[in-house]
């Protein structure tokens, strides 16, 4: 059950983290942070459907995490889900085609070890 | 870093942490919820520390699109997870938890692999308009 709901919370997040950095790249740079601006741009976000799909996929993974920390300790939660990290990266350079240089290869690759480690 | 990216990138770490803390602590307060019934998560939403939580988490979600909006997820994703590092120190200074040699390795294997990504453009394909 832990596991399945790992695997959940990782995919989940990844769909999430991935429709949100296509949306977001689309719209553009945001540097108005009035009021006035933030609510405009509030209104036009929950009208994109991939932002929209992007928060049931936290939803998702979000419930999941919820019925994980109901079951497991944070300790093992948060690092349980380090893998999504070289998956995400693989994701926004063949789908996302950021260009993802042999530093940021090896600083998701640390970040990704040192959350397994976090557990022990 | 520039200093908006800084910024923000703050706030990501910052509502994340706090966020994961206070939905652990409300969810030891809920018991056990490895059940498909509505009415559990209902009662889970409803425990103030979990809505603290959820609170904290929509303000992640803000500053993660803002962020988003001119930073690249490849470099996001590895600088803001930061707040794991924090977590941990955050648990020995303040609840006196125990960091064993292997979590100390975690903890510099992450700010190690921060400092490698932070060092490069928050975006590179607007700056240098290739793919690598």
């Known amino acids: 059950m832990k596991w399945a709901l790992v695997f959940l919370i990782a995919a989940a997040t990844t769909v999430s983290d991935v429709l949100q950095a296509a949306a977001m790249k689309r719209h553009g740079e945001i540097d108005d942070f009035r009021p006035g601006a933030i609510g405009r741009l509030a209104a036009l976000l929950v009208r994109n459907k991939m932002i929209v799909a992007s928060v049931v996929a936290m939803a998702v993974s979000f419930f999941a995490f919820i019925a994980l920390l109901s079951l497991a300790d944070l300790s093992f939660a948060v690092p349980a889900t380090a893998g999504s990290y070289i998956f995400e990266t693989v994701l926004a350079k063949y789908l996302l085609k950021e260009p993802v240089t042999w530093g940021r290869w090896a600083g998701a690759s640390l970040v990704a070890c040192g959350v397994a480690l976090l557990a022990r | ?132």
């Open chain 2, 1 to 132: 870093m520039h200093l908006k990216t800084f910024f923000f990138t703050v706030i990501v770490i910052l509502t994340s942490v706090s966020g994961n803390f206070s939905l652990s602590w409300g969810m030891h307060q809920v018991g056990s919820l490895a059940s498909v019934a509505p009415t559990a998560y209902v009662r889970a939403v409803l425990n103030p520390w979990v809505m603290l939580g959820i609170s904290l988490l929509v303000l992640w979600l803000f500053s993660h699109m803002t962020l988003l909006s001119w930073a690249d997820l490849s470099y996001v994703l590895p600088v803001t997870s930061v707040g794991y590092a924090l977590s941990a120190l955050a648990g020995k200074l303040f609840l006196h938890e125990a960091i064993s040699p292997a979590r100390w390795t975690g903890i510099l294997l992450i700010v190690s692999g921060v400092a490698l990504v932070a060092r490069s453009a928050p975006r590179k394909a607007v700056e240098q308009g290739a793919a690598s």
